[in-house]
């Protein structure tokens, strides 16, 4: 998908997104990954820094904290999108390395691994939906709405 601004963002279908700008796959065996999409990944010109806060195996709540991703632009604080427990952290971004996430959002930049409190069912349900007609107007309007923003530093290089 390209915006009115040139720039090509990547939406794949087979996930879920979150007013957050994350994404969540469903992993089959009651297990989700999330990551940083695309567009959130762009949005910040430059991802500098992640931790995620909680250790595998710890309880974890939707809309709470999940950890932070430093950016060029600040800092951004990565929000839980679903309850459940934390399975599994990405070992290339475990230390601190954000470069996965710019180079490859919806693969080897993956965040986590969560194992939904409800499943994987009625949990999704509650995102929206990568190949829904609904998700893809959502969508437009984002790139719309945050694009734009990423225009307004690049003349500060």
């Given amino acids: 998908m390209r915006n009115i601004h040139g720039h090509e963002l990547a939406f794949p279908e087979d996930v879920y997104y979150t007013e957050e700008l994350l ?3 469903d992993q089959g065996e009651n ?3 999330v990551g940083i999409s695309d567009l959130g990944v762009k949005s910040v010109k430059e991802l500098v820094f992640v931790q995620i806060s909680p250790r595998a ?3 974890v709540t939707k809309g709470e904290s999940l950890g932070h991703v430093e950016t060029s632009k600040g800092i951004w604080e990565i929000i ?5 427990t ?3 952290i990405n070992p290339s971004i475990a230390k601190g390395n954000a470069r996965p996430i710019s180079d490859d959002p919806y693969g080897k930049g993956w965040l986590v691994d969560l194992e939904p409190a ?3 069912g009625s949990a999704l349900k509650t995102l929206f939906k990568g190949s829904d007609a609904k998700t893809k107007e959502w969508i437009l309007e984002k790139v719309e709405e945050v ?3 990423m225009d307004e530093g690049e003349d500060d290089e």
């Fill in 57 to 59: 195996g710890a309880k």
């Fill in 80 to 84: 839980v999108p679903l309850s459940g």
């Fill in 118 to 120: 409800d499943g994987n």
């Fill in 86 to 88: 934390l399975v599994e």
């Fill in 23 to 25: 994404w969540v796959k």
């Fill in 31 to 33: 297990r989700v990954r």
């Fill in 147 to 149: 694009v734009p923003l």
